[in-house]
């Protein structure tokens, strides 16, 4: 059975680069850009692993962390969390809300590829 | 005729009465007997000192000269005792709470304690009341004249030596009596009760000369009132305003003379016996009148024309034979004389010692002189000093004026020089609002017309240059002494009191409402005007040795630890006990009571003592008297106020520029993070595409194309973002150099519109119009064209509708040209509009692929250019308006 993941992103150009990655590693990738109606589309997805991006339009990744991780269903979900603005105070804002893995852009895919197993590490 | 040598003797002998009465008195005082020595009579009698030799002598002058006008004398006090009967209530309240010495130390007192004031008061008191004195030896040396003849006293003895002997005599008398004590507060029982004898005297003197002469020359009552209808006195008429102000001087002198405050308030035992006096008082003055009229009437038919009717006292009983009689008559006029000068003497010698050598000496000593040092004997001995000085002054005034002067008129004008003290004494009784600075202004004011109008012109006409009176000063006869401001005609006395209390009043109020009174003025107002309401005088106090402790916990919180310390140690050693606690006896309570009122104020340092030492048991009054000082503290605590809200304005005009810098600081955080953000998501995807195209095997063709289209986009993408905020940094920090440059303002629109619209696939359409847009322009034509371009392309970008539109509709007025962009898209939602010049606003969200820059560079480029650029409300679509300086761009700023 193929590993299911959710990228939110809105950022065009960044989802079709990932979505290559993890598509050719073996993941259904499904990708949602609005961040008001992502809590929505992880719940009633249920992913195996969320990919996050922190500035969204309408809500933000650290509003989306916090929901989820109030939610029964998604509280021990796995959450790789992506972010631009570099600065530490958001990757303690992130661990605190519940983050599994806090990375920078710009990352480098082997970097991805190696989280993303990691979190969700393969059945065989 | 009575010979020199036994008038002489009489005078001794009634001198040597004196002195043992005052002797016998101050021992029974002493061993605390004698309390009729605090009778109300006594009281009553001793302020007979009113009625001086002018009195006994000089009313039948008086009346002989003017008619009925010497009631006026009697009128004013006894108008004071009837009807200001409270008044003097509350000044003798006054002067023993406050433990006053003298009427100098009573204004001093209220006016904050100022010397300054005591010492004008004082000498305004000599210079009043020496003139006074003289009179008083004047007469002495009359009565003696008229009993001698000169062929008994062939050295003219009686002229020449009696007034110097009397001088001393009565010197002697005053520092023996007057002085025994330190303490001027303290009660002269001697000398009250030698003057109580005296007005006894007088009046027994002066009732029997009236008998003799009503029953035994006028041959009765009927006769007698015949005799006065016949002379020229039932005729006479006295001027209504010299009466009116004759009344008021002696009312005024009968409360402010320094001899008369003397008896009745600092000798004062008890306040009620003014309860008393109120009645007997002025029935001892109509009793000294009595005879006044007739013995003037009959003197005037009966003795020869030219003969002095100030002495008709004398002179009636002696030309009918009746030796005993003028004996007695003489021994009257004698103690109304002495008994003046005594008091006077004393009275005056406490105020020169006090306020003039005392402040002196003590300047001179340097500071330790108050604190250690014989202070008391040189107290004494200057008030000793005082008294002879003060006799000489008067001896020496006497020899000098001779007898030229009428006896009344010298009366009147002390009296109206003494007179100067009462604006300050009563508004100081009454009037909260009086200060130190009013009181003084008032009373030179006063003190200055009153010797210009009425001393020098009266007594000194050799020491004013010929013609001043007439001619009046620098020759303007509206100055004139007797005639100021046009008063001539009237009666120079009249004119006197009426300007020099006028001028008076009015300086003493204008400068009290002009001033601000100190803290320790409003305190002694307060006590002054509420005296009632506060405590009843001096309270001892008594405590045990436990409660020193906490006297000394309070001390030290009012006065601070040092000077407490010192006070406890230094009472401890006084009272030989060891450690630094010393007992709470009565009098190192009131010595620390006034200690603290220094700094608390006297009421609140006595109930606060009283609450430690007396058990807690602070009165109403105590109490009242707190509320009282509280309410003045809170007028000054009202200004605090407004001080304290200075400094909160201070302070919220730091903290507000504390908020900005933090903003300044937060917005510099955020602006950051989004420049990072915006730099780093174009980079990710180029790293990733990069990677992906450097890792992944197999990729077909198409798909390479694809990636490398990607990252070329994203490069430009970046590089764009750093041209902006590159833009954007030189604009913000002002180091833009303007290019400024002639141009139409059509060419600029045709060369942004070709600019945003080439190789762009949208189908915006513009219109404009031409004519409308002929203006000329001087300004940076290129950063203009730059503001265009970005208005145009954000239409072309946000503008989805099925035939986006941008006009543009240019104006010239005044000088100012507005350039106005409006598409017919959906606009900007209204919670945005506020945002759009913001950096990084990106109202549009992502698909303009821009930063959010443009329309910040805009703003920055148009205020550069001495313009603006605003959002438009209300136009359909989104619609900015561009403003900028028409032709010459002076308003631009050249940075």
């Known amino acids: 059975m193929r590993r299911n993941v959710m990228l939110i992103e809105d950022e065009p150009n960044i989802t079709e680069a990932i979505r290559f990655l993890l598509t050719r590693d073996g993941w259904d990738v499904q990708t949602h850009a609005d961040g008001n109606s992502a809590v929505d589309a992880v719940t009633r997805v249920l992913p195996d692993l969320l990919i996050l991006d922190v500035m969204l339009p309408g809500k933000s990744g650290m509003d989306i962390l916090r929901d989820l991780r109030g939610r029964p269903e998604t509280e021990s979900l796995p959450v790789l969390m992506l972010t631009a603005r570099g600065q530490s105070r958001d990757r303690d804002m992130a661990e605190k809300a519940g983050v599994n893995r806090f990375m920078t852009k710009p990352f480098s895919n082997a970097e991805v590829l190696d989280a993303v197993r990691d979190l969700v590490p393969s059945p065989t | ?895």
């Open chain 2, 1 to 895: 005729m009575t010979s020199l040598n036994s008038l002489i003797l009489v005078c001794l002998a009634y001198v040597a009465l004196l002195f043992l009465v005052a002797f016998v008195a101050e021992r029974l005082a002493a061993r605390g007997y004698g309390g009729w020595l605090r009778s109300p009579l006594v009281y009553t009698l001793s302020l007979s000192i009113y009625c001086t030799a002018w009195t006994f002598y000089g009313a039948v002058g008086s009346a002989a000269r003017n008619g009925l006008e010497f009631v006026t004398i009697y009128l004013g006090p006894t108008l004071v005792m009837l009807g200001w009967w409270m008044g003097l209530r509350k000044l003798v309240r006054v002067g023993r709470s406050q433990r006053v010495s003298s009427i100098a130390d009573l204004i001093s007192a209220r006016y904050g304690k100022s010397n300054l004031l005591a010492s004008c008061v004082t000498v305004l008191a000599v210079i009043g009341v020496t003139p006074y004195i003289a009179l008083q030896l004047q007469s002495i040396t009359l009565s003696f004249q008229a009993f001698v003849d000169a062929s008994d006293d062939p050295m003219g003895y009686a002229e020449t030596g009696s007034a110097l002997w009397v001088a001393v005599g009565l010197a002697v008398f005053a520092i023996l009596f007057g002085t025994r004590n330190l303490d001027a507060n303290e009660r002269h029982h001697g000398v009250v009760t030698a003057i109580a004898l005296e007005a006894v005297v007088k009046l027994v003197a002066l009732l029997a000369v009236g008998i003799f002469v009503v029953w035994g020359l006028a041959g009765g009552i009927g006769p007698a009132m015949a005799q006065i209808d016949a002379s020229a006195i039932g005729a006479w008429q006295t001027e209504g305003s010299r009466w009116a102000a004759i009344t008021f001087l002696s009312a005024a002198a009968f409360v402010c003379l320094p001899r008369m405050f003397q008896v009745m308030v600092v000798e004062a035992d008890d306040e009620r016996h003014l309860r008393t006096a109120a009645w007997a008082f002025p029935a001892y003055l109509m009793l000294i009148s009595l005879f006044v009229l007739p013995i003037a009437a009959v003197g005037l038919t009966l003795m020869p024309a030219g003969s002095n009717p100030d002495l008709f006292v004398l002179t009636l009983p002696l030309s009918n034979d009746r030796e005993g009689l003028a004996m007695l008559s003489f021994i009257g006029g004698f103690s109304s004389a002495t008994s003046m000068v005594i008091v006077a003497a004393m009275a005056l010698s406490t105020m020169v010692s006090n306020h003039i050598v005392m402040p002196l000496w003590l300047a001179l000593q340097g500071d330790g002189a108050s604190v250690s040092g014989d202070v008391r004997h040189v107290v004494l001995l200057s008030r000793r000093i005082s008294i002879a000085a003060i006799m000489g002054l008067g001896y020496l005034y006497h020899a000098a004026a001779g007898e030229g002067v009428a006896l009344a008129s010298i009366g009147l004008v002390a009296f109206a020089g003494i007179a100067q003290i009462l604006p300050s004494l009563v508004g100081g009784l009454y009037w909260r609002g009086a200060t130190r600075a009013g009181a003084l202004a008032g009373l030179t004011v006063g003190f200055v017309v009153w010797i210009y109008t009425l001393l020098l012109p009266e007594i000194g006409g050799a020491i004013l240059p010929a013609g001043l009176s007439e001619a009046g000063l620098f020759g303007l006869s509206w100055l004139s002494p007797g005639g100021l401001f046009g008063g001539t005609g009237v009666d120079p006395l009249v004119s006197s009191v009426v300007w020099s209390l006028g001028f008076n009043t009015v300086a003493f109020i204008a400068m009290s409402l002009l001033t601000f009174p100190s803290p320790l003025e409003r305190l002694q107002g307060a006590q002054f005007v509420n005296v009632f309401e506060h405590s009843t005088g001096p309270r001892g106090w008594t405590g045990s040795i436990a409660q020193t402790e906490d006297l000394m916990i309070m001390s030290q919180r009012i006065l601070g630890p040092d000077q407490a310390h010192a006070l406890f140690a230094r009472e401890a050693m006084r009272q030989g006990v060891r450690g630094s606690l010393p007992e709470p006896s009565p009098a190192f309570l009131q010595a620390l009571e006034r200690e603290l009122g220094g700094s608390v104020g006297a009421a609140t340092a006595h109930a606060m003592v009283g609450q430690i030492v007396g058990g807690a048991s602070v009165s109403v009054q105590d109490l009242m008297a707190v509320a009282d000082e509280s309410a003045q503290l809170l007028e000054y605590s009202s200004q605090l106020e407004a001080k304290s809200a200075e400094l909160s304005r201070t302070a919220r005009q730091l903290r507000e520029a504390n908020d900005k810098l933090t903003q300044v600081s937060l917005q510099k955080d955020a602006f950051l993070g989004q420049v990072s953000h915006e730099l780093r998501t174009p980079m990710t995807s180029i790293r990733a595409f990069s990677e992906i195209l450097r890792d992944t095997t197999g990729l077909n063709d198409a798909e390479k194309s694809r990636y490398g289209a990607i990252i070329h986009g994203e490069a430009l993408r970046l590089t764009r973002l750093l041209d902006d905020l590159l833009d954007l940094s030189v604009l913000e920090s002002g180091q833009v150099s303007l290019n400024l440059g002639h141009g139409q303002l059509s060419d600029v629109l045709d060369q942004a519109a070709s600019t945003a619209l080439t190789g762009s696939d949208g189908n915006l359409r513009l219109r404009r119009s031409a004519e409308a847009e002929a203006i000329a322009l001087h300004t940076d034509l290129d950063r203009l064209t730059q503001v265009f371009i970005n208005l145009i392309s954000n239409a072309q970008k946000y503008c989805e509708v099925d035939r986006p539109t941008l006009t543009i509709s240019a104006r010239e007025f005044g000088s100012m040209v507005t350039i106005d962009f409006v598409d017919n898209g959906a606009g900007i939602p209204e919670e945005a509009q506020a945002m759009v010049f913001e950096k990084f606003a990106r109202v549009g969200g992502e698909k303009a692929g821009g930063a959010g820059l443009g329309l910040a560079i805009c703003r920055e480029i148009m205020q550069r250019l001495g313009g603006d650029i605003q959002y438009l409300r209300g136009q359909g679509g989104a619609a900015f308006r561009v403003s900028l300086p028409s032709r010459d761009a002076k308003g631009a700023r050249r940075t």
